[in-house]
């Protein structure tokens, strides 16, 4: 019994593997737009890579955050600056009010506003 080789043609198809497997981690680069797509590329360069987008999602979810408080500031600001506005017509009607020329009929409609603007800060509040 006789086999027969061909190192040639063995060799060739070897070089013709690696080439194909060179083309593969090529296009999937490429076509990834990544330098490490998997471990095996470049171990450390995963770790640090996931390392910086985690840490870029967190800084993220902080601006999100800041942001979220800045409109809850916000809405806060025109809560009390609406209460504040409310005390000032409380005030200025407690003022006519207490006037002697305003008559008692005056009074009972004062009244009956400030017991609505009342109303409206507790609403507000």
Same mark, same amino acid.
């Given at each position: 019994?006789? *086999?027969? $080789?061909?190192?040639?043609?063995?060799?060739?198809?070897?070089? !013709?593997? /690696? $080439?194909?497997?060179?083309?593969?981690?090529?296009?999937?680069?490429?076509?990834?737009?990544?330098?490490?797509?998997?471990? !095996?590329? +470049?171990?450390?360069?995963?770790?640090? @890579?996931?390392?910086?987008?985690?840490?870029?999602?967190?800084?993220?979810?902080? *601006?999100?955050?800041? /942001?979220?408080?800045? @409109?809850?500031?916000?809405?806060?600001?025109?809560?009390?600056?609406?209460?504040?506005?409310?005390? +000032?017509?409380?005030?200025?009607?407690?003022?006519?009010?207490?006037? +002697?020329? $305003?008559?008692?009929?005056?009074?009972?409609? *004062?009244?009956? +506003? *400030?017991?609505?603007?009342?109303?409206?800060?507790? /609403?507000?509040?």
């Amino acid at each position: 019994m006789k *086999i027969n $080789t061909n190192v040639s043609s063995l060799t060739a198809q070897e070089a !013709a593997s /690696n $080439t194909n497997k060179s083309i593969t981690n090529s296009l999937e680069k490429l076509s990834s737009g990544l330098r490490v797509n998997k471990a !095996a590329d +470049d171990a450390s360069g995963l770790a640090i @890579a996931d390392k910086l987008r985690t840490q870029a999602t967190s800084i993220n979810q902080g *601006i999100s955050n800041g /942001n979220s408080a800045v @409109a809850l500031l916000q809405i806060t600001d025109k809560s009390m600056a609406e209460q504040s506005t409310i005390l +000032d017509t409380i005030k200025a009607k407690l003022i006519q009010a207490n006037t +002697d020329t $305003t008559s008692v009929a005056g009074r009972t409609a *004062i009244a009956k +506003d *400030i017991t609505k603007l009342l109303q409206q800060l507790n /609403n507000i509040g």
